[in-house]
């Protein structure tokens, strides 16, 4: 049998100054394993070790609250201020144990599609959320140029943690896409109407961290390119975007779409999409291969129904990215890569079929189907040593 290699998938890549040791990005995936507060938990670092050592190159944390009003539920860690730092520092810490595996901090605010009853939902424009039914408090530009500081005294927290990166949460309906989507943004001041406008709080979000911690700490982003709403940003638009975000200086662009009105405006909307065939795997592809020439030398991370490696190998060897990024894959097999890498080239286990998204509602995230498993094989073993005795 002729072995097959996976020479691009396992080859060490760069971001900024930062050398990955392979290709492979764990996707910022929700948890709820923080405890009261923010703090970051024994789990929390314990989910992370199983990362660590299955072999992952880059872990993307799960969206850390860059302020108290930027929460996107219970069990959400946080870093907006220094009380937060020392289980932070345990976490990499321990990250960093594990043959070279590097990992970002990702910072966010949930603008219009935050549910806390402390905070009310705030947005450049108050237009309705048709799925919460909220609608969103108006920002003063005072109010942006407020939570532009809040991002940036995050990143110098995860910097002093010794996170590798920081990526800047732009994607998926929170409050950096909602400054970028014509959908969500009808301001008529420097911060709405033109693609250039819109995009000036990430602008200044990058330039604004890059002077308060140099030129050496990459800072990465996720980017939405697509709604997947009507009357949203569209694809065309979002290319624009990254052009202005590459020309800004950003280490590395991890497109994304979808809002979370697309569950209601769509019968198959992005974040949420089921993969019931190979054809419906790697569905941000395409818009990647459109989006890759404006990158110049920026990394591309691809997201979205990634889980063969052998489609993954060939994505990479034709460059349409640099690298390739997974979250349902490892939420059943956290050693995904070493299996991978060990010769195992038969695709992930996940199914894709969201249950671990219904999860997160009610509390920790966790594979439905992979629990579901393991509690048939304890009572299959429980039976077999019954019958024995």
């Given amino acids: 049998m002729v072995k097959i290699e996976l020479k691009h998938l396992f080859s060490p890549g760069k971001i900024g100054n930062i050398r990955i040791k392979n290709r492979i990005v764990r996707s910022a995936t929700y948890e709820r394993k923080a405890i009261k507060y923010g703090i970051v938990s024994e789990k929390l670092i314990k989910l992370y070790r199983e990362l660590a050592e299955g072999g992952t190159g880059l872990i993307i944390s799960g969206a850390i609250g860059m302020d108290p009003k930027a929460t996107g539920g219970p069990d959400q860690p946080y870093l907006y201020d220094d009380s937060h730092m020392e289980g932070q520092k345990k976490l990499v810490k321990e990250v960093h144990k594990y043959s070279e595996t590097k990992i970002a901090a990702q910072l966010v605010h949930t603008g219009r599609q935050g549910t806390h009853p402390k905070y009310p939902s705030v947005a450049p424009s108050p237009i309705e959320d048709k799925?919460?039914?909220?609608?969103?408090?108006?920002?003063?530009t005072k109010e942006i140029e407020g939570i532009v500081k809040n991002f940036v005294s995050a990143s110098r927290r995860a910097y002093e943690c010794e996170y590798d990166m920081v990526q800047m949460h732009g994607a998926h309906g929170y409050l950096?896409?909602?400054?970028?989507?014509?959908?969500?943004?009808?301001?008529n001041d420097e911060y709405g109407g033109s693609i250039q406008n819109r995009a000036k709080i990430l602008v200044d979000i990058y330039n604004q961290t890059r002077d308060e911690i140099g030129?050496?700490?990459?800072?990465?982003?996720?980017?939405?390119?697509?709604d997947d709403v009507?009357?949203?940003?569209?694809?065309?638009?979002?290319?624009?975007?990254?052009?202005?975000i590459v020309e800004t200086g950003y280490d590395a662009i991890e497109p994304s779409g979808g809002i979370g009105e697309s569950i209601i405006l769509n019968k198959n909307p992005l974040p949420s999409r089921f993969i019931k065939s190979p054809?419906?795997?790697?569905?941000?592809?395409?818009?990647?291969?459109?989006?890759?020439?404006?990158?110049?030398?920026?990394?591309?991370?691809?997201?979205?129904?990634?889980?063969?490696?052998?489609?993954?190998?060939?994505?990479?060897?034709?460059?349409s990215a640099d690298f390739i990024s997974m979250s349902r894959p490892l939420i059943y097999e956290p050693d995904l890569p070493n299996r991978w890498e060990n010769g195992d080239l038969s695709p992930a286990k996940c199914v894709?079929?969201?249950?671990?998204?219904m999860t997160m509602m009610t509390g920790e995230v966790y594979c439905v189907v992979k629990k579901k498993l393991e509690k048939?094989?304890?009572?299959?073993?429980?039976?077999?040593?019954?019958v024995k005795l």
């Fill in 131 to 140: 799925y919460t039914k909220q609608i969103p408090r108006e920002l003063t």
């Fill in 176 to 187: 950096l896409s909602n400054f970028i989507s014509p959908y969500t943004n009808i301001r």
């Fill in 215 to 226: 030129k050496n700490f990459p800072i990465t982003i996720k980017l939405q390119i697509d």
């Fill in 230 to 244: 009507p009357g949203g940003l569209n694809l065309e638009e979002g290319i624009e975007t990254a052009k202005i």
């Fill in 279 to 319: 054809e419906d795997e790697n569905y941000f592809l395409e818009s990647a291969k459109k989006l890759k020439p404006v990158m110049k030398d920026c990394p591309l991370i691809l997201v979205g129904g990634i889980r063969n490696p052998l489609s993954a190998e060939k994505i990479l060897q034709e460059k």
């Fill in 352 to 357: 894709s079929c969201n249950s671990c998204f």
């Fill in 376 to 386: 048939k094989r304890l009572k299959e073993e429980k039976r077999n040593f019954n």
